[in-house]
């Protein structure tokens, strides 16, 4: 069993940063990609970023430029800077990890979301 916790979240106002934190626990042996999402009411869940072991990123067009991804393999952690928030990043964010465990058995594992709310 795989679990990820996140933290960070919280209100700001339009203009403002917040950080987001994720640790992965559990039977780990190797994480490969490491990413958060985000669900805004009414919408479906899309992705905002990823992060592979290897450090190779990708980005959603929305966030580019204001987002940054990173991670710490040795900690199980993925961290998301987000600077100059506007309204429309207000959703509930969860991080999300793809890989094996120790029992040699592939995973994908979510976590229970946080909330990001932006003020204008």
């Known amino acids: 069993q795989v679990q990820m916790v996140e933290s960070g979240g919280g209100l700001v106002q339009a203009g403002g940063s917040l950080r987001l934190s994720c640790v992965a626990t559990g039977s780990i042996f190797s994480i490969d990609v490491m990413g958060w999402y985000r669900q805004a009411p009414g919408k479906q869940r899309e992705l905002v970023a990823l992060i592979t072991s290897g450090g190779n990123t990708n980005y959603a067009d929305s966030v580019k430029g204001r987002f940054t991804i990173s991670r710490d393999n040795a900690k199980n952690m993925v961290y998301l800077q987000m600077n100059s928030l506007k309204p429309e990043d207000t959703a509930v964010y969860y991080c999300?990890?793809?890989?094996?465990?120790?029992?040699?058995?592939?995973?994908?594992?979510w976590g229970q979301g946080t909330q990001v709310t932006v003020s204008s």
């Open positions: 999300n990890a793809r890989g094996r465990s120790r029992f040699q058995v592939d995973f994908i594992s």
